[in-house]
């Protein structure tokens, strides 16, 4: 009879632990920057100048939250981003997904041509177009109006197009055919049969459109120069200027402006978690 080798492990293989080496140290150089925003939000102006950032603070100095609140009149610039937020990702979804079932269900002359040019505006910086941007802008009397900014924003998302787009290919279009047999519009078939489908791709994009939305500077701080109209993002802004900057308040800022955006992602983590896991796999 031939003796068999039996082997057994001791512990984790190389590769395994190379692994958690390699999460570990990515974990720790993600976290090192909100560690030190916490700790910095905490100290007052006279110790974070005599201190370094990752020193804890002596005494925890909880005022630089209602001042930061305060002075950047935070609350007013909540409610400009729940509106933007609100109407970018509406408008955005629809008029993405609309776009995606007309490029998806109809073959007509150009639809690879659009298809390609959308591909190549994704492949363009922003900021290169920028100049004509703000001049179309200009022209329609959309600078320094929340409107225009929203507007702006709807018309940039080429990406939730792409992901309606390859979501679409796994519907059969047996169900549109069944449903013209029926009597049902176009109109009705989008809304009725196409949009419940595309659940896991609505998401999907609420989720990559409305962090994008929400953590915009660059082109909020160009078209919303007035200060009623500004959001989170920009609100912050305050406290930089031609004299030196007012980090701690910035940091505490920065925390106050991630608490919603924190709850939110623990009230629906499941719904986030289905949306890009469905969005990750081409069935």
């Given at each position: ?155 940039t998302d080429v990406i939730s197009i792409y992901i309606f787009i390859q979501f679409m290919e796994n519907i059969s279009p047996s169900l549109d ?107």
């Amino acid at each position: 009879m031939k003796q068999r080798n039996y082997y057994y492990r001791t512990g984790p293989s190389i590769e395994t632990a190379l692994k958690y080496a390699v999460l570990v140290f990515l974990a720790f150089w993600t976290l090192l920057p909100l560690a030190s925003c916490f700790i910095t939000a905490f100290k007052n102006t006279e110790e974070y100048n005599a201190t370094s950032v990752m020193v804890l603070p002596r005494i925890w100095y909880v005022k630089n939250f209602t001042k930061a609140f305060q002075l950047a009149d935070m609350g007013r610039a909540f409610i400009n981003s729940v509106v933007v937020l609100a109407f970018v990702l509406a408008g955005s979804i629809i008029i993405s997904s609309q776009l995606a079932y007309v490029l998806n269900r109809f073959k007509f002359p150009g639809n690879r041509l659009i298809r390609r040019l959308f591909l190549f505006a994704t492949l363009l910086p922003g900021i290169a177009m920028q100049v004509a941007v703000y001049e179309i802008m200009g022209k329609l009397g959309f600078i320094n109006h929340l409107y225009g900014y929203i507007i702006m924003q709807m018309g940039t998302d080429v990406i939730s197009i792409y992901i309606f787009i390859q979501f679409m290919e796994n519907i059969s279009p047996s169900l549109d055919e069944s449903a013209i047999i029926d009597g049902a519009s176009y109109h009705t078939i989008y809304w009725k049969i196409i949009l419940p489908l595309l659940k896991p791709a609505v998401v999907t994009s609420m989720i990559l459109k409305g962090v994008a939305t929400y953590n915009e500077y660059y082109c909020a701080g160009l078209y919303l120069q007035d200060t009623k109209i500004r959001t989170v993002a920009i609100s912050l802004y305050t406290f930089t200027g031609p004299l030196g900057n007012q980090y701690n308040l910035i940091c505490a800022g920065v925390i106050i402006s991630l608490l919603p955006a924190l709850v939110i992602f623990l009230l629906c983590q499941q719904q986030i978690y289905t949306g890009i896991t469905a969005g990750a796999v081409k069935g």
